[in-house]
């Protein structure tokens, strides 16, 4: 419970990096939602990754290329779902604001992210 609660708030961290990344990018810049949600996406997986692995699980028995390549494998995947559930929502529902979207899709994506972090980057392994 206590790593899911830490977990929580490393996602907390990344999704006010993402929403304010997004919201920079949408005010500042000629970009739309969805090219803004391209950018923004991976600077909350870079601020998750450093949070998840200091903060949540550890470090994981892998060199830092094996884990940085698992982290990315399970973050790519669940931010292209978040992505997708995110490009849904606007399209199905035009009038729907982006900052809505974000967090309806972000939910979403927690629990297979969750799953896939602490079983595939994170799982500490016992030496024989």
Partial sequence: MKKLLRFLIAGG????VD????HLLLWFTPFGPFVGRALS?????LATWFLNRNFTFGRSNLSLAAEGFRY???????????????????VSMPTLQPIIALILASAAATAFSFFGYS???FRHRQNP
């Fill in 13 to 16: 961290v990344g999704f006010v």
């Fill in 19 to 22: 929403a304010g990344v997004l």
């Fill in 41 to 45: 996406i991976p600077s909350a997986l």
């Fill in 72 to 90: 990315g494998s399970v973050g790519l995947t669940s931010a292209l779902l978040n992505y997708a559930l995110f490009s849904s929502l606007l």
């Fill in 119 to 121: 079983r595939f980057v």
